[in-house]
């Protein structure tokens, strides 16, 4: 029988990915406390490329609304979707659902509180929203929402906040944002833009021909209806479906990739050993 040499150690296989999470995050409170204009600014570019590739897949999906092939429209959007989340990551812009997996990690290794990461949530979705709110403000003087658009748009509102439970809600969050950072922790470990591209993408894709609950994008939706049809929106329906979607993107991103990546690559206190 040959003998097993290896230890405890050799079994985290993702190590280097953990650590570069949890360099990122020192370096994104570094840059939430010394330049908070900074990294709201960068939050903001999150939320804004996010809102511009809604507007896209917004387009697509009423622009090829007439052949009827509805699963193939809803596939092509997703797709036009995905860029947004792949200029986020290659723009290095602070988007609050990736940061629930990179510092529920830095929580778990201990090179972030709680109270600190709360707060840079806060922070980085209150930026995110701001970005979204700049964008569809822009566009309400640029003629690309056409009357078709806008009526898709709130057809995708009205059954994200009326026609969904708290528990739809909530449940879909978690799926949506497990494929996003799963995407997103495979993309890092790959060096070449077109790799981290694909990997990312595919996450995305998932989520939004799936339909599940992402908050950054939701709010985004929000911010147009606010420059676009302020009329249909149900104010207590926006708030049951961003504090649930909020909620389900943390567990879902957070918890299932975020905290379970953590554990499988050393103990709490292993990163001020290494």
């Known amino acids: 029988m040959l003998k097993n040499n290896k ?5 985290y296989s993702t190590r280097p990915t953990v650590e570069a999470i949890a360099s990122s995050v020192q370096m994104k ?3 939430a406390d010394k330049t908070p204009g900074r990294y709201l600014l960068k939050a903001m570019m999150a939320g804004f490329l996010l809102s511009i590739v809604t507007v896209f897949m917004l387009a697509i999906k009423t622009q090829f609304a007439a052949t009827h092939l509805d699963g193939l429209v809803n596939l092509m959007g997703a797709i036009a979707f995905s860029l947004g989340l ?19 990690v830095g929580w778990y290794y201990k090179v972030v509180t709680m109270k600190k990461m709360l707060w840079i ?9 701001i970005g979204g709110l700049v964008l569809f403000f822009l566009m309400k003087f640029s003629h690309v929402m056409t009357p078709e658009m806008t009526q898709s748009l ?5 059954k994200k906040t009326v026609e969904s439970t ?6 879909k969050g978690i799926f949506c944002n497990f494929f996003i950072n799963v995407g997103i922790f495979i993309a890092m470990q790959f060096k070449d833009g077109l790799s981290k591209a694909f990997y990312i993408g595919c996450g995305v894709v998932v989520f939004v021909f799936m339909g599940y609950e992402h908050v950054v994008f939701n709010a985004g939706l929000y911010a147009g209806m606010l420059f676009f049809n302020l009329d249909a ?8 479906n961003l504090v649930f979607a909020f909620l389900g993107n943390y567990v ?13 690559n050393g103990k709490r206190n292993s990163l001020e050993q290494h």
Request: with cysteine.
């Open 7 to 11: 230890t405890v150690e050799d079994t």
């Open 29 to 31: 409170q570094v840059m």
């Open 86 to 104: 792949i200029l986020v990551v290659l723009t290095n812009s602070e988007l609050l659902t990736s940061n629930f997996m990179f510092f529920t």
């Open 121 to 129: 949530f806060t922070f980085c979705f209150l930026g995110n929203i």
């Open 154 to 158: 709130t057809t995708l509102v009205h």
């Open 166 to 171: 708290w528990l739809n809600i909530f449940t």
């Open 233 to 240: 929106l149900n104010w207590m329906g926006v708030l049951k």
């Open 252 to 264: 879902g991103g957070g918890l299932f990739i975020g905290l379970v990546f953590a554990y499988l």
